[in-house]
Nanobody, 115 residues
Framework: QVQLVESGGGLVQAGGSLRLSCAASGSIFSINTMGWYRQAPGKQRELVARMTSGAITNYADSVKGRCTISRDNAKNTLSLQMNSLKPEDTAVYYC?????????WGKGTLVTVSS
């Protein structure tokens, strides 16, 4: 089993920055793709950014240019640097890991961006 713990969420003013982190632990033999998803109030969960084991990245159009995803394969950690935050970025952010054909989710960390 794999456990995921997110951290770094909080309250920030528009235009500010936050760095989210995700730590994976447990029975990890290999991790294919790690990514961040978010769910805003009244909306469906959506992809924010993800990175494959080959360092191929994908970003949602809404965050492209403002966010940077990175991972440390040796430590099994994933980070998301978010800059120029907007009120519409307010959501619960979830870490997702694909390993050995199985998907795991963290419990999420809340990001609130005030006007």
């Amino acid at each position: 089993q794999v456990q995921l713990v997110e951290s770094g969420g909080g309250l920030v003013q528009a235009g500010g920055s936050l760095r989210l982190s995700c730590a994976a632990s447990g029975s990890i033999f290999s991790i294919n793709t790690m990514g961040w998803y978010r769910q805003a109030p009244g909306k469906q969960r959506e992809l924010v950014a993800r990175m494959t084991s080959g360092a191929i990245t994908n970003y949602a159009d809404s965050v492209k240019g403002r966010c940077t995803i990175s991972r440390d394969n040796a430590k099994n950690t994933l980070s998301l640097q978010m800059n120029s935050l907007k009120p519409e970025d307010t959501a619960v952010y979830y870490c997702n890991v694909d390993t050995a054909g199985l998907n795991y989710w963290g419990k999420g960390t809340l990001v609130t961006v005030s006007s």
